[in-house]
């Protein structure tokens, strides 16, 4: 483990009054450095938590937004389940997969952006919901992700971006 994992381990560690709690947030520092959460980085979760190395990596399953390889940067999940299916989600999955040139699961070959479509979000009451990166957008429509999309492109200048 570097000394940066080996530092940010111990202030997880010490967080928590459970070592296995320190499990998701090292791996998602983890992930910020390499872009995915590489097999080493289960090896040292699991060390850190002391759990072996597969059940690490069955836990970190579970999270959507832990990626076994890499993906783009720009991670936009959109909600395929019944609240915001009844709320216009096929439409915005539409519209999101038309704007980026992207299908479920892929992303752009620049490594720009990722694009899925997920379980619940547990924003059912604010449906159809989106997420990006860590951030929530709620009440989405297509018009509402021009506009992100928009500024997402701002706040990353310099790189090719998805044609209009
Ligand atoms: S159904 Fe979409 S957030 Fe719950």
Not at 21 to 45: E, K, M, R, W
Request: charged share 25%.
């Amino acid at each position: 483990m570097t000394p940066e994992r080996e530092r940010r381990a111990s202030e997880l560690v010490a967080r928590y009054p459970e070592s296995q709690s320190a499990l998701i947030p090292f791996l998602q520092f983890c992930q910020a450095h390499d872009g995915y959460v590489t097999q080493q980085a289960i090896h040292d979760a699991a060390e850190i938590a002391g759990i072996t190395p597969g059940e690490a990596e069955s836990i970190a399953s579970f999270y959507t937004l832990l990626f076994k390889e890499p993906v783009g940067k720009h991670k936009i999940q959109v909600c395929r389940t019944l609240s915001c299916m009844l709320r216009g989600a096929d439409e915005l999955q539409q519209h999101v997969r038309q704007r980026l040139g992207l299908g479920n699961g892929e992303s752009s070959p620049d490594g720009r952006f990722y694009y899925e479509e997920v379980e619940c979000l547990a924003a059912c009451d604010r449906a159809p919901c989106l997420q990006h990166n860590l951030e929530f957008h709620y009440d989405v429509t297509p018009e509402d992700f021009d506009r992100l999309l928009d500024e997402w492109r701002a706040s990353d200048p310099g790189v090719s971006m998805p044609a209009e």
